[in-house]
């Protein structure tokens, strides 16, 4: 069975902090896909990777695609409050497994 | 980017009624669409894999008698709860593939149920 670990679960920073928030498996994933989502909300879609060693840039947000494609990172540089939400990092295609999700505040 | 609608948005029912929920993909064909639940403050659960033309598959501990799953169209899913109860309460999302080579999914704005 494929599992993704994601950490932190909980994050709380101040504005114009730095975060990384990762994604582990010890299976290989064929693409990795990171979402964020708000309360009351579905999630969105952020990035998807899908070659080992990927790195993709949003703005501020980094993510990248570990070399042998069992981990993702994603990397806020200069957190802003409106980057307060959850993030999920989700492996696969079609059916998608999701790790446990990172609350992430952001306070001005 | 794919566009995917739910509806209700939101809804309340009485223990014991049945709700049924929608899941349409406005611009695109989707054979498979994704049903999750989700709990506060935490992750999605998938629930089941909604097929056109085919039986759900459900994952393992959903029970398909109290959640039925009907693929309509190409471009509609219904989720039916069953004989709801408080502990069906939650938030319901749905998803659909875009289609092409990455199958990138679009998740629905979600329904959140309130069973009384």
């Known amino acids: 069975t494929q599992l993704l670990e994601q950490s932190p679960q909980f994050l709380s920073i101040q504005e114009g902090e730095n975060l990384t928030v990762y994604c582990n498996s010890s299976?290989?994933?064929?693409?990795l896909q990171w979402y964020r989502q708000e309360p009351g909300e579905g999630p969105v879609l952020l990035v998807t990777?899908?070659?080992?060693?990927e790195v993709k840039k949003l703005k501020r947000l980094t993510f990248q695609f570990g070399d042998a494609r069992k981990d993702s990172s994603l990397h806020i540089t200069a957190a802003q409050p409106g980057d307060t939400g959850l993030y999920l990092c989700?492996?696969?295609?079609?059916?998608?497994?999701f790790g446990q999700g990172t609350e992430l505040s952001v306070k001005p | 980017g794919a566009v995917v609608s739910q509806h209700p948005s939101r809804v309340i029912c009485k223990s014991g009624t049945s709700v049924k929920i929608e899941c349409r993909s406005l611009?695109?064909?989707?054979?498979?669409m994704f049903w999750y639940r989700q709990f506060p403050k935490k992750s999605l659960m998938l629930m089941a894999t909604?097929?056109?033309?085919?039986?759900?598959?459900?994952e393992q501990g959903v029970e398909k008698d109290k959640f039925l799953i009907n693929h309509a169209s190409l471009t509609l899913s219904t989720l039916t709860v069953t004989s709801a109860h408080p502990e069906d309460s939650s938030f319901y999302i749905c998803?659909?593939?875009?289609?092409?080579?990455?199958?990138?999914?679009?998740f629905g704005p979600g329904t959140r149920l309130l069973v009384l």
């Open positions: 998803s659909a593939p875009s289609g092409g080579f990455q199958e990138t999914q679009y």
């Open positions: 611009d695109f064909q989707a054979t498979t």
């Open positions: 299976s290989v994933f064929s693409s």
């Open positions: 909604s097929n056109e033309g085919s039986k759900a598959t459900y």
């Open positions: 989700a492996g696969g295609r079609g059916k998608l497994i």
């Open positions: 990777v899908v070659t080992g060693g």
